[in-house]
């Protein structure tokens, strides 16, 4: 398993388009990818759970990712992140 | 590289449109206004009792004249932030407030600088001027379009800035004054040195046009003309009108620039004697040529059209060859000639060039608002009286006009056999009958729509123009449709020309459809249409050949999946959770969602300020800025509610949330209270998806319902394959 945590960058948090984003990217990977936020998680596949989660700007979440590509996953979500979030 | 030139002077000359347009207004008042309070008008007239210095109705005269006239004394910055606005891509309120800011801190520099340099003293005669109050350099509406064009590329440039968090509050559109109040500084500094040369530069062409005399007065016109089929004729003639290019004059112990200045100075000036025709030369040529010579055109064109087609076709020329006489907008007429016989057209420039010259040579002194129409004659020339203007040689003039146009077209008409309207094949009357629109309709929609004939019409552009993927940006200016598209090979001038165009002119990307005065409503129709409808019908349109929307494969692809597929095993209906108007889902304006990036689903534009549960179920969250909502049905289906484009930006405002996380509710309960007004103000869009954001692969969506929709009724299906 590998992991790493990330603070949104963006001004309105993981609101309904970058969620959606969000779980396309997550998709392309065999990995289980779930996003961690306090208390709450959510694999990153599901939009409804991710959007449910209500990450603000600010606010720093655990990414975890695992399985058989989870070397090159968690990279791309990391550079994902950094780009849309 | 030609065709990218010509599409940024499309977009500057249209740009022009927005400042241009106010001037009949003020033109109006300041005519009707200063004409009524000049004594020597009212003693022509023996008004002296009624309206004379010291009664109620000439203070309000004066009134009129001034709120008139303070609109031609401020052009530059009317420019500045009407050029703006045309040239910015978006969020154009926000280059308007920058323009004025830049406007400003150009001047206030500019003025810094003469001070600093020991004062308008050690400044040429003339060099310098009162602008808003500053004393600046004397740019004309130059300066204001320097500031609108840079504004405008700024904005263009940094309205969507991101800043480092700390100064997060300064970035997207709040940044674009900031950057644009820095760069002014130094492009007033700048001017401060580069002005005075340019300065010299226009005198010495104002000069050249000065004495080019005669001559120069009928290359200007035919120039003027010339431009017209490409649109261009604003960029060229504006010069003239509104700086040193046309001339200098002193009025009333006032340095004015340009000629339309001067005259409107001079018509405000009671001490007028005779209007300046150095100045006016680049102006009354338009009033027998536009009042007199094309009508004539228009009767030539009528009797030589074929008896059976006269009748359909005087409609046409008759309002067409009224709209040239009342307000000088000659479009319409001219483009009824200018495709099919070009030849007309030249030997029309020619005349123009004319008629210039020949108002130049009787030294006609009638100034203009806008274009050479019998409002204006009439204000500017008549009520003058003949010992300011000269006004009769316009009729003079124009009688002979009207009688040599006549024959001249009569004769070329039916010596060449030039298939102008009324004399070709069927199609080529270039008439817009109802029974084509029915023809048309029936063609596109075999099912037999509902939309009203407006949407026809809009549905024929946006099928001419490619499709609305392929159409950037809609805009127009008096008489055209400009449009700018994607790829330039889909469009189809044919059918844009049947939707009741007298013309279609493209070059690369840019597209004008010529329209006449009505094309202000074909465009908000256009635009209206493009909001709310759905893809163009795509079984028989060109586009759909060349599609190459990633969108549209995608949903092409989904429907054989579909034909092909096994059979439904099971469909579940989500109702429309709003009173209002449904859509598929790809015309929703946002890429994400048209895309079906988040899901699949529908778009609807809800015309009344309620959100009600579409079915049983469970709120799954309501975001904090309340402008969506998570569902899930009783019956397993995720849905987001998502209420228009962008709300996320409003942080809450305008939306009432009723209820709260994992509450249950039943169908109809109502869950989000909208306003509405302040929504589309302040939203870039109120379609709002509906979807179902976790779809498995053998889960398809099937709209159920187009067009007006009840919260409760049925909008879409999902089916589910075996």
């Known amino acids: ?85 | 590289m030609k065709d990218k030139i010509f599409g940024v002077l499309q977009r500057v000359g249209r740009s022009f449109m927005l400042p241009i347009a106010i001037l009949p207004v003020a033109g109006l008042l300041l005519g009707i206004g200063s004409s009524f309070t000049n004594t020597t008008v009212l003693e022509t007239y023996g008004l002296m009792e009624v309206m004379g210095p010291g009664t109620i109705l000439n203070a309000i005269l004066q009134v009129m004249s001034e709120a008139g006239n303070i609109v031609f004394a401020n052009l530059p910055i009317l420019f500045a932030m009407g050029v703006a606005i045309g040239m910015a891509k978006k969020e154009k309120e926000v280059a308007a407030l920058a323009a004025a800011i830049a406007f400003f801190i150009m001047h206030a520099s500019i003025s810094a600088m003469i001070t600093i340099h020991g004062g308008t003293e050690s400044m040429l005669s003339g060099a310098t001027a009162s602008v808003c109050g500053i004393t600046s350099l004397q740019m004309g509406v130059f300066g204001g379009i320097i500031v609108g064009l840079g504004v405008a590329a700024l904005h263009n440039r940094f309205y969507k800035i991101e800043l480092p968090q700390v100064l997060s509050f300064f970035g997207g559109t709040r940044f674009v004054p900031i950057i644009c109040s820095l760069v002014y500084v130094l492009v007033g500094i700048l001017m401060f040195y580069i002005w005075p040369v340019v300065q010299n530069g226009i005198y010495a062409v104002g000069d050249v046009v000065l004495k080019s005399g005669y001559f120069g007065t009928w290359v200007y016109g035919l120039m003027e003309r010339l431009l017209i089929p490409f649109g261009l004729h604003h960029v060229f003639y504006l010069p003239f009108w509104q700086t040193a290019v046309g001339g200098t004059l002193e009025v009333g112990g006032q340095l004015i620039e340009g000629a339309q200045n001067i005259y409107f100075a001079q018509l405000a000036d009671p001490n007028t004697s005779v209007f300046a025709v150095s100045a006016t030369r680049f102006m009354s040529g338009k009033f027998p040529l536009m009042i007199f010579g094309l009508p004539g055109a228009a009767l030539a064109m009528y009797k030589t059209a074929r008896p059976e087609k006269r009748k359909e076709v005087g409609g046409l020329l008759m309002s067409a060859a009224l709209t040239s006489m009342l307000t000088g907008i000659t479009e319409p007429l001219e483009f009824t000639f200018l495709f099919v016989a070009p030849l007309l057209y030249g030997i029309h420039c020619v005349f123009a060039g004319l008629a210039y010259m020949l108002m130049h040579l009787f030294e006609v002194g009638v100034g203009m608002t806008f274009s050479g129409g019998l409002i204006d004659m009439f204000l500017f020339g008549i009520l003058q009286g003949n010992a300011k203007t000269n006004w009769i040689w316009i009729v003079i003039v124009g009688i002979v006009y009207f009688v040599v146009y006549y024959l001249l077209f009569t004769l070329l008409i039916r010596k060449l056999d030039l298939k102008t309207p009324g004399r070709g094949d069927e199609e080529e009357v270039k008439l817009y009958r109802r029974s084509d629109v029915e023809a048309r309709k029936n063609v596109t929609n075999g099912n037999g729509s509902q939309a009203s004939d407006e949407d026809e019409i809009s549905a024929m552009i946006t099928q001419g123009l490619g499709g609305k993927a392929n159409i950037s940006d809609v805009d127009c200016c008096a008489t055209r449709l400009r449009c700018t598209v994607i790829d330039a090979v889909l469009v189809d001038k044919e059918l844009l020309k049947s939707t009741g165009a007298s013309g279609v002119v493209q070059k690369g990307e840019g597209v004008q459809i010529i329209y006449g005065p009505r094309v202000t409503v074909i465009k908000s129709n256009l635009e209206d249409y493009l909001a709310n409808v759905e893809e163009m019908p795509k079984d028989n349109s060109k586009a759909n050949v060349k599609e190459n929307t990633e969108t549209t494969v995608e949903v092409n692809a989904e429907k054989s999946y579909d034909k092909n597929s096994e059979k439904v095993v099971k469909s579940i209906v989500i109702s429309s959770p709003v009173n209002g108007v449904a859509a598929d889902l790809s015309t929703a304006p946002d890429e994400a969602f048209a895309g079906r990036m988040m899901g699949d689903g529908a778009a609807v534009v809800p015309e009344q300020g309620v959100v009600y549960a579409p079915e049983d179920g469970e709120i799954a969250f309501v975001f904090d800025t309340k402008h969506a909502i998570g569902f899930l049905t009783d019956s397993g289906v995720s849905l987001l509610l998502h209420i228009g484009i962008d709300t996320v930006k409003l942080d809450g405002n305008g939306f009432e949330a009723l209820v709260e996380t994992g509450q249950h509710v039943v169908k109809g309960t109502p869950m989000l209270k909208l306003d509405l007004d302040y929504l589309k103000e302040n939203a870039p869009s109120i379609v709002s998806p509906i979807i179902c954001t976790e779809l498995e692969d053998n889960q398809k969506i099937r709209l159920l319902k187009e067009g007006t929709v009840q919260a409760g009724e049925a909008l879409f299906a999902i089916d589910i394959y075996e």
Request: aromatic content about 6%.
């Open chain 1, 1 to 85: 398993m590998k992991n790493f945590n990330y603070t949104i960058t963006d001004e309105i948090g993981i609101h309904a388009r970058p969620a959606g984003l969000l779980a396309k990217e997550a998709k392309k990977y065999s990995s289980k990818i779930t996003i961690h936020a306090g208390e709450k998680s959510a694999e990153a596949t599901k939009l409804m759970a991710l959007m449910q989660l209500g990450v603000k700007c600010g606010q720093t979440i655990e990414v975890t990712v695992e399985g058989e590509d989870e070397a090159t996953a968690v990279e791309e979500m990391k550079a994902f992140f950094e780009q849309n979030l």
